[in-house]
Each structure stands twice: as structure tokens, then as C-alpha cells.
């Protein structure tokens, strides 16, 4: 009973915090303490939720059936609660931003902004929990439909191109490979529900798991595998806060959440690394990580360039889980958290640049570090944690994926994420070097750092990415209940 | 074969000439003409197939006693009734178009209705 | 009382049409034929739970013994065709008196409300009826009202889609009729069920094939199945918005309940698909419905044509799960007659909405109207999503189950043709949603301040039963299992 209620308020919150904002749409002050309230209330929830331990794990709740005898469905899970800690902390770092940043630019229609944030929130809290597949299918459908609004926000033509590409790209990876998938293995097995160590089984022949994964994996477009990567560039034109939260932190990770879930509770990690089902999902993960940043180092825009490090860094995930052994799956989980605390830093930074100096090209940033040091150092311990360097965040998560690859005895792709780690520097650090070391082009003078909301939470982020160097190691204790 | 069927085969002749005129003759008045043809082929086909060879029209007599099927005249009455309201229908619907196409005649119509797009 | 039930819902608008045109005064006649369609709307669904609780219910007319007597018979597939004419029925007349009063002229309008009535008469007691010829009696008089209401529409354009529906529509049932009458040639029965039992020893006579033929074609015609479907487009885009709501709901899905009962019932699931193998005919016309008419939407530039060009694909969709032979398939086409009804009738009444305020249906007279009347462009924009079948509509839960129904079968060519449906549905409808809320509305449209009235309400109302039933399904698809066994 307390698990079922706590649960279905991570649900009520956000949707309560919607409607608020929709009905106080005309309160500009109103709506936007809602805002940041509900984001308050809700991590309060979520840690309440991390509190109820092991024992409450796996629990099936189900409000009712959806389909016949499939129930839409929630359970607590150690990735659930991994995911759901990041999202609904980083939402509310990003509450902050969002409103100093959307106030600064004078952006219009916030109460619209904020009310399909709420709902995109939602709709991740849903992924976070969903106990079996058709659940998962419909609150990742859910995200992407509420999160359209938010990339279209400018509503100009480049919006509506960027907003094509999006849902264009989304909705077809979702309907014609992740629904046939879904339903590939409710016709062959009549089970959807998540169970611990995978319900496929041996009953499905080897080539049949193969596609099925390829399917899945290509199917969760949201873990941006290339070829379906697209929409992740196209929707940098939504503004800032949007690109930070959802792109770099609540979309991806829902779509390599999709992809671990599926492979350690679908498939099962044991199943996976005795069939080789994922070997093909290996090398096109392999080949986005490193075409990827190749892609990245040829962008000039700061946005566009994050948008491919963070196509790359997906991939990361991804490969984790397709290794599937526990030194990845742990490195593919950590990763989630390490890459979400700092890319939205460097989303943040991004934005603060464009705010303060309305520059978005790398090659504009020359001599900016003086005008704007917290927003550069900010960058600096971001770009670190991501390239992988101690004492930052990025490394464990890093060294787990490494362990992973040499224990499935991938030599190659290990040699491929030291190859991707030296292309990270290549493409991150020319904004620290012309930041802090090149002399000013234009006259900087003017420049000062962003307003304060927007500075106060790329600070804690950034931190966050040292701070949470020392807590990878309860985080990995935590993730254990997913291989015993 | 075609001494004892001579009924289907004027049956099937009428629909055919029926079915023809509608498809071939771009006057809207004429297919009406021709779909009552069709119509009517129907009708002689029913009616036709419930004469029995020699039977009288159903009345209670004792000089009677050999009866065709009166179920299809019945089925026919309405069948007619129908055409006929069908036909008043398309008549209908022909007298306005004339009034606002100026025209019965089918091309001419789609050329117009062309031009209004 | 009760048990006059299934005659009483048939007679009563029959009864009301004339009463209707006396009174022949626009905002009476509104009153009178709405009470009457919600009084038919309780009768069905009083019927509906008698069925669903007493099995099915057999109503002889004049105390007449079947087969002599003309028999009505209310099964689980009938009570829940019944339910679905009667509630868009009675939805319908409610939502539209403002927009009725508005599209037709004001002369005319008793008579509107009168060939209403006897269309809601025709499709009922088509769906009712156990007799034959009865069926070709009520088809065709839902086929004539539908004539004079679609020629009601402003357009002149409507005299000639009504005329060309008006001749493909007679055809469609004289060819009916022609099969009813080659049957009773050899039966000498016009009893659905007497001749359910005598058919299977005559089904090697040829006359009895092409009696089956002949019902094919008629009932493909009245089905708007490709490539006997010209007719549908210009009628459903020119005709008054009330008679396109009412019409796509309705009468196609009528259409096919006659498809069901007479493949499945009259002749037999043998005969009709292990003799005749009907389903190689059926398939290959069911993928071109689906494809070319969603390719054919997307290049439309009137919405309602559009939406109209969807319809086709969507009964594509219905015939296709027939075709796939097996019980999954079966009730995924009937869910679909349900889900579907509600959606496009959701939408209709979305574009009737508009139509208070643009001048036209043309997309470029909708540009920017989801910024001027946001709740319309909702409305839209979720109905849209249920046809393009995502998760939360009732489109949804038809196409699990017959996706479900062709994997089952091991088709995977046309779980790829479904999918590739369903991403061209996904185009057409977001280019109207792009038009909507992307471009700026004219200063015409933003000045315009008309109200729109109770179109609006009713419109959200099912709108929100089309997400209702794709959240809690039990309702749809329990009646939908239940309708297939009794084909079955």
C-alpha cells in the first residue's frame, strides 16, 4: 500500500504541477514557483521512494488492464530508481535555469513551456517504472509527443523543420521497430512483464534473438543509434533548457534506459552473452561512438557540437549493455548518471554563452574565459568528467566500461573507447583552450556572467561531477540486486 | 438450353444493355435511363423465375390447384417502389445540377468542377 | 414491452420521419428527431445488455413463424452495430442544431431532419433484420436519405458526388438483390438462418457461386473497397459537416456488418474461404485500400477529403483482419469498426468546428486556426493520434490486435505494409497540424469571434471516449470477442 501510493505520487506530482501552471497561466511569478516547487516536491518523493529498500523491489502495481490481460504496470528496480534519482534531481536544477533563462530572452508562451515539461517529466517517471514492455511503449510514446511542443517552441519554420525531423524520426523507429518487437515476443511468448534475469529464455532460435534485439535497439530510437541519430541535432533548436533537460538528460537516458531494461530484464544478461544476440547492435554502437565524434569535431556550433558528443556518448551506453557483462551493464548504469550530471552542465554553459554574449560558434568563444570565468571553469570540470579523467565522475563510469569490454573479450572495442576518449578531448577542449588562452577577438568588455539563475545551477552540476567521483562506489553497491 | 432459359438470357441481355449505358454515355439523364433498364432486368429475372409452367395466379378455387410463386411479385412491388424512388432521386439531383452547371453532359461537368478547384 | 424492442427501435424513426416533415419548422424538427434518436439510443442499449446477459434475442414480426415470416434476430455482432448507429445518431443531432441551422438552407431544414430519420431507420434495420430481402428494402432506404442529404451540402459539387454515389450505391444493391434473388432460386428461403442450413448442399450449383459473387461486388460497392470506391470522397468532403459526421461513422461500418453476416453467416466460413478462398480477393484489395489511399491523403489539399481518403485506408484495415481467417483477426476487424466510427466521427466534427470560422476546408484557409481556437486544434490533433494509432487511442488497441493477428500468422511483409500505413497516416495528419499551429492565421480568422456552441462540447465528449476506450479497452473488445464467436 505505501509503495503503490508513493509511487503513483511521483505520477500526481508532476501532472498536479501541470495543471497548476495551466491554470495559472496568466501569473507569470505563480507559474513559475509552481514550476520550481513541483520539481522540489517531486525529488523529495523520489528519494522517499530510494528509502523503501530492497525489499519493496519488484513488486508488481497495477492500477488496471490495458489490453485484454496486459495491465499497464509499475515496479521499483534499482535502474528505475537510478534513472528517476537523475531526472527528477537534475529537473530541479533545471527549474532554475529554465525560468532565468527563458526571462532573459525574452522568450514567449512559458506557461505552455512549462506545463509540456511537467507532462515530458511524467511521461520519464513512467519509463523509470514501467513493469513490462507495453507499459514502457506507451510513456516513451508519451514522452515523445509531450516534448514536441517544447522542441517546436519558437514555432518558426526552423522549429517546424527541426520538430519534422524529431517526431518524424521518433515515431517511425518507435512504431514500425520497437511495436513489432513488442509484439514479436508477446506472439511467441505471451509475456511482456520485466522479470529479473530475462524471460526469452532458449525459445527463440539464435537468429530470431538476434533480430529481435537489433529491433529493440534500433526500435528505442531515443538511445540515438545511428542511422536514427538525426533527431538529436535537428532538436537543438529548441530552446536551451529544453536541449539541457530533455536532451541531454531525460530523452537519451530514457532511450538507453529502454535499452538496458530490455537487456538485462528481457533478454536477460546471460542469455545475451551466450547467444551473441547484441553482436550486431556491438559494432553499430562501436561505429555511432566514433562517427560521432568525428561528426562532433567538425561542428562549429557550441549546441550542435554537445548534440553529437552526446549521439556519441550514448553509445557508450548502448555498448554497455550489449556487452552484457556485469562490469558494462554497471559501467552502462553509472554512465547514465556521470554523463547526465555532466553534459547538462555543458548544455548549461552553452546557454550561458548565448545568453550573456550571444555567441553560439566555438570559434566566436576566444578569449570569453575572462568575461565569464565560473562558466568556463564550470565547462572545464565538465568536459573532464566526460572525457573520462580522474578525479572527475566520468572515469569509474569509463573504467567499468573498459573492465566490461575486456571481460566479453571485445579487445577492439576497447581500443575503440580509448580511441573515442582521445576524440573527446579533441572536440571539448578547444572551447577550454580558446576560452581561457586565446586573446578576445571582439570587445568583451561588455560581458558579464548570466543572471544568477542561470549561473547558481551550472555551478552545482558542475561540482556534482566531482562530488559524485566519490559516491560512484555506493552507486555501484546499489546496482548489484541486477546481476545476483 | 435456350428454348427453356430464353428468360435469363433476355434478363442478362437487359442488364448488360443497362449496365452498358450507364458506364459508356456521358449524359447524366441517359445513365438514369439506363440504370432503370438495369433495374428492370432484375426485375424480370425475379419475376420470371417464379412462373411455374402452368400455374395460375393464387386463388382459392377448386378449378385451380397448380399456382406460380406469388412471394416474388411481392418482392418486386418493392423492388419497383424503390427504383421509382430511386429514379425520382436522380431526377432530382439532375434538375439541380442542370441549374448549376448548366449542363448535363459528364465531361463537361468535371472540366468545370476542374476549374473550380 | 421489452421484447417489441427490436422491431420498436426500426419503426419508431420510420414513424418519425413523416411526423417530422409536418412540422416541417427547423428548431422543432431539431427537438423532435434528437428525442427520437436518444429514445433509439436507449432501446439499443437496452438491447445490447439483454443480448449480452440472455444470449441472442429472435423477434418474429406479426407472430409469423420463420421461415414464412420475416424474422429480426439480435445477436452479439447486431446489438453492438446497433449501439454504435444509434449513439452517433443521437450524438450527431445533438452536437449539429447550430450548424445545421447555418449549412442548410432554412426551407429545407424539416426536410433535412426528416431524411435524417429515415436514414438512422435504413441503417438499423439493416443490422436488425434476419430476412434477405429486408436487408436490400432497408439498404436501400439508407442509401436514398443518404443521397438527398449529401446533395444538401453548399458546394454544387455535392449534386454530383451525391448523383455518382447515387448510381454507384444502386448498383452496389441491385447487385445485391440479384444475389438475394439467385439464393432464393435455389433455396426458395429469404431466412438468414434457414439459409445458413441449406446452403451447404447446394454450394457446388453455380448459381449459388455467382450469387456470392454478385454480393461480393454489391457489398464491396456499398463498402467504398478499392477499386469500387470513387464514390466515398466527393461524399463525405462535400456533404453538410453533420451528414459527413454521420455517414462516416455509420454507414460503411453497416456496410461491412453486412459483409460479416453475409460471408460468415449465409454462406459459411467454408464456403465462403475454403471453397471459394475468398481471402486471396480480399487481401490483395484490403493492402492497396490501405496504401494507396493514405498515399492519396497526403497529397489532398481539402481536410475533409483527406479525412474521407483515410476513411478507405481505415476500412482497408477492418477488411484485411478478415482476411488474415483467424479469430484474432476477426475481432480486430470488428474493434476496428467500433474504434474507428468514433475517431473519424471525433475528427468530422473537429473540421465542422473549423468550419464556424474559416471560410473553407481547404488547408490553406486552416492556417494558424489551432492558434485561434486551441481547443479545436486539439481536438484534432488527439483524434489525429488515434489514427495514426498511438498508445492512449483506441487506434491503438485495433492495430495491437491486428498487428498481432498477422504476426500470429507469420506475415512479416505486411507488418512492414501496416507500419509504413501507419507512418503515411502519421504524415498527413501532421501536415493539417502543421498548418494549424505552424503558420499565421489570417486577420480574418483572428477577428472572427463566432461562437461555436455545442459542437464543441460534444466533439471533446468523443474525443475523450476514442482515449477512454484506448486506456481501459475491456469495454470494446470483450463486445468485440463476443461479436466474433457468433460468426465464428
Known sequence: ?484 | MLSGLYNYWIAILLMAIGFYIVIAHNNLFTKMIGLNIFQTSVFILFISMGKVDGGTAPILSDAYTVYSNPLPHVLILTAIVVSVATTAVGLALIVNINRRYKTLDEHEIEQQELDQE | MTHHLAILQVVLPLIAAPICSLINHGKACWLFATTVAWLVFAMSLTLFLDVQTGGSIRYEIGGWQPPWGIEYHIDALAAFVLLLVSAMAAITLSAFQRSIAIEIPKHKQGLFYTAFLLCLTGLLGIVATADAFNIFVFLEISSLSAYALIALGRDRRALTASFEYLIMGTIGATFILIGIGLLYMQTGTLNIADLQARIPEISHLHSVHAAFAFFTIGIFLKLALFPLHHWLPGAYAYAPSAVSTFLAATATKVALYLLYRVFYTVFGFEFSFEVLQLHYILMPLSILAIVISSLNAIFQQDVKKMLAYSSLGQIGYMTLGISLLSDVGLVASILHLFNHAFIKGALFMTMACFLFRTPSMRLDDLNGAGRTMPWVGMAFVLGGLGLIGIPLTSGFISKWFLVSAVIEQGHWWLVAIIVFSSLLALIYVWRVVEHLFFREPSAALVANKQPIGALLPFTWIVLLSTLYFGINSDFPVQAAKAAAKVLQ
Open chain 1, 1 to 484: 500500500m505505501m509503495l503503490a501510493n508513493s509511487l503513483y505520487l511521483n505520477f500526481a506530482i508532476p501532472v498536479i504541477g501541470a495543471c497548476l501552471i495551466a491554470l495559472l497561466h496568466q501569473h507569470r511569478r505563480a507559474f513559475e514557483l509552481v514550476f520550481i516547487g513541483t520539481a522540489a516536491v517531486l525529488l523529495w518523493n523520489t528519494l522517499r521512494l530510494f528509502d523503501l529498500g530492497q525489499a519493496a523491489y519488484f513488486t508488481n502495481i497495477s492500477p488496471f488492464s490495458l489490453i485484454d490481460s496486459i495491465p499497464l504496470a509499475f515496479h521499483l528496480e534499482p535502474l528505475g530508481l537510478l534513472f528517476s534519482g537523475i531526472a527528477s534531481s537534475l529537473f530541479l536544477v533545471t527549474t532554475l535555469y529554465a525560468i532565468g533563462y527563458m526571462n532573459a530572452n525574452n522568450e514567449k508562451h512559458l506557461a505552455r513551456f512549462y506545463f509540456c515539461f511537467c507532462i515530458a517529466i511524467f511521461a520519464v517517471m513512467g519509463i523509470a517504472f514501467a513493469a513490462n514492455l507495453l507499459t514502457l511503449f506507451i510513456f516513451y510514446e508519451i514522452l515523445s509527443f509531450s516534448t514536441y511542443p517544447l522542441v517546436t517552441h519558437k514555432g518558426n519554420e526552423a522549429a517546424r523543420n527541426g520538430g519534422r525531423a524529431y517526431l518524424g524520426l521518433l515515431l517511425s523507429t518507435s512504431i514500425g521497430f520497437f511495436l513489432i518487437a513488442i509484439l514479436w515476443v508477446w506472439g511467441s511468448t505471451s509475456e511482456l512483464d520485466f522479470v529479473r534475469d530475462g524471460f526469452l529464455q532458449e525459445q527463440m532460435p539464435k537468429e530470431a534473438l538476434i533480430v529481435l534485439y537489433t529491433l529493440f535497439a534500433f526500435g528505442v530510437g531515443k538511445a540515438g543509434l545511428m542511422p536514427f541519430h538525426r533527431w538529436l541535432p535537428s532538436a537543438m533548436v529548441a530552446p536551451t533548457p529544453v536541449s539541457a533537460l530533455l536532451h541531454a538528460v531525460a530523452v537519451v537516458k530514457a532511450g538507453v534506459f529502454c535499452v538496458l531494461k530490455i537487456t538485462v530484464y528481457v533478454f536477460g544478461i546471460d542469455l545475451l552473452s551466450s547467444s551473441g544476440a547484441s553482436t550486431l547492435i556491438i559494432w553499430v554502437a562501436t561505429a555511432t561512438m566514433l562517427l560521432a565524434s568525428l561528426v562532433a569535431l567538425t561542428q562549429d556550433n557550441l549546441k550542435a557540437r554537445l548534440a553529437y558528443s552526446t549521439v556519441s556518448q550514448l553509445s557508450y551506453i548502448v555498448l554497455g549493455a550489449a556487452l552484457a557483462t556485469a562490469s558494462s551493464i554497471a559501467g552502462a548504469s553509472m554512465h547514465m548518471a556521470t554523463h547526465a550530471v555532466g553534459k547538462i552542465t555543458l548544455f548549461f554553459c552553452a546557454g550561458a554563452i548565448y545568453t550573456a554574449a550571444k555567441k553560439t560558434k566555438v570559434s566566436e568563444l576566444d578569449g570569453l574565459a575572462k568575461a565569464m570565468p565560473i562558466t568556463f571553469i564550470a565547462y572545464t570540470i565538465a568536459a573532464l568528467s566526460i572525457i573520462g579523467l580522474p578525479p572527475m565522475a566520468g572515469s569509474w563510469s569509463k573504467w567499468f566500461l573498459l573492465d566490461g569490454a575486456l571481460q566479453a573479450e571485445y579487445f577492439w572495442v576497447a581500443i575503440a573507447f580509448i580511441i573515442s576518449t582521445l576524440l573527446n578531448m579533441a572536440y571539448l577542449l578547444p572551447v577550454v583552450a580558446r576560452g581561457f588562452f586565446a586573446p578576445a577577438k571582439d570587445n568583451i568588455s561588455g560581458i558579464q556572467e548570466a543572471p544568477w539563475m542561470c549561473l547558481l545551477p551550472l555551478s552545482i552540476t558542475a561540482v556534482s561531477c566531482f562530488v559524485l567521483f566519490f559516491l560512484l562506489q555506493e552507486l555501484h553497491l546499489f546496482l548489484q540486486p541486477l546481476f545476483n
